[in-house]
């Protein structure tokens, strides 16, 4: 099994950004530079997002890593029940399940027949939650510097997030969404870690505010699973 960094990293896929699909951006928006632009941008996804009960997606993710002889491509289902449930369903190449819950991060290799279960402390789940984008866009932007490019006619926008707390930074160089531009909802995110690691993530087929089991978020492991249970929470504020 990998470090919560590992298990934090997978859990926070394309979250950062999430919104409900709303009407066309106005015009204003558009017409507007630097700052203003981006606090325009930054208000609209958060209205969104404070709307959004769940989400279901499809997504693709490409690792790559000095460690890799080639970058590495999965790809499965991914969900999110506000306000902070998640559950990343890998299914190529090999099966995985990771799952975001109240104070525990589970992970579960069903060919193997292992788990873990890490809980963390309350200071934890903040930052997981950053990672996991359960924190209000307009939240991230006091553990992040954040800077929007706009390639203009249909492309999306793109926003460059860089750590400046502490515990993040020791993670993270950066963080990349790209948004569409009509219905405010990321279709890329890619993280840069400080060991020179990348993971990006594309999603498609995504659907806003289904109907989804709270169950789906509880990992009932067998009796044949191996479990190992990490608390990480010991001296945590």
Request: aromatic residues 6%; glycine residues 4%.
């Given at each position: 099994?990998?470090?919560?960094?590992?298990?934090?990293?997978?859990?926070?896929?394309?979250?950062?950004?999430?919104?409900?699909?709303?009407?066309?951006?106005?015009?204003?928006?558009?017409?507007?530079?630097?700052?203003?632009?981006?606090?325009?941008?930054?208000?609209?996804?958060?209205?969104?997002?404070?709307?959004?009960?769940?989400?279901?997606?499809?997504?693709?993710?490409?690792?790559?890593?000095?460690?890799?002889?080639?970058?590495?491509?999965?790809?499965?289902?991914?969900?999110?029940?506000?306000?902070?449930?998640?559950?990343?369903?890998?299914?190529?190449?090999?099966?995985?399940?990771?799952?975001?819950?109240?104070?525990?991060?589970?992970?579960?290799?069903?060919?193997?027949?292992?788990?873990?279960?890490?809980?963390?402390?309350k200071k934890?789940?903040?930052?997981?939650?950053?990672?996991?984008?359960?924190?209000?866009?307009?939240?991230?932007?006091?553990?992040?510097?954040?800077?929007?490019?706009?390639?203009?006619?249909?492309?999306?926008?793109?926003?460059?997030?860089?750590?400046?707390?502490?515990?993040?930074?020791?993670?993270?160089?950066?963080?990349?969404?790209?948004?569409?531009?009509?219905?405010?909802?990321?279709?890329?995110?890619?993280?840069?870690?400080?060991?020179?690691?990348?993971?990006?993530?594309?999603?498609?087929?995504?659907?806003?505010?289904?109907?989804?089991?709270?169950?789906?978020?509880?990992?009932?492991l067998g009796?044949?699973?191996?479990?190992?249970?990490?608390?990480?929470?010991?001296?945590?504020?």
């Open positions: 099994m990998r470090e919560l960094k590992f298990l934090c990293l997978l859990v926070l896929a394309g979250c950062v950004s999430i919104a409900v699909a709303g009407p066309p951006p106005s015009d204003s928006i558009d017409t507007l530079e630097g700052s203003a632009k981006l606090d325009a941008l930054i208000e609209r996804v958060v209205e969104h997002q404070h709307a959004l009960r769940s989400l279901r997606a499809d997504f693709v993710q490409l690792k790559k890593s000095d460690l890799l002889l080639e970058a590495v491509e999965s790809s499965g289902e991914f969900r999110f029940q506000a306000p902070d449930k998640v559950r990343w369903d890998y299914r190529q190449p090999d099966p995985m399940v990771v799952v975001f819950n109240d104070d525990t991060v589970t992970t579960f290799l069903p060919q193997q027949a292992r788990a873990e279960q890490v809980k963390v402390s934890q789940q903040r930052f997981v939650r950053v990672l996991a984008g359960t924190q209000p866009l307009d939240d991230l932007t006091s553990n992040f510097s954040v800077r929007l490019a706009d390639p203009g006619g249909r492309a999306p926008y793109q926003l460059t997030l860089r750590p400046v707390g502490a515990m993040v930074k020791k993670r993270l160089r950066s963080v990349k969404i790209e948004i569409d531009r009509s219905l405010f909802l990321p279709v890329m995110v890619e993280y840069n870690e400080t060991d020179g690691d990348s993971t990006r993530y594309e999603f498609k087929d995504l659907e806003l505010n289904p109907e989804i089991d709270v169950s789906t978020f509880r990992l009932e009796d044949d699973v191996e479990l190992q249970t990490i608390d990480a929470s010991a001296g945590g504020v």
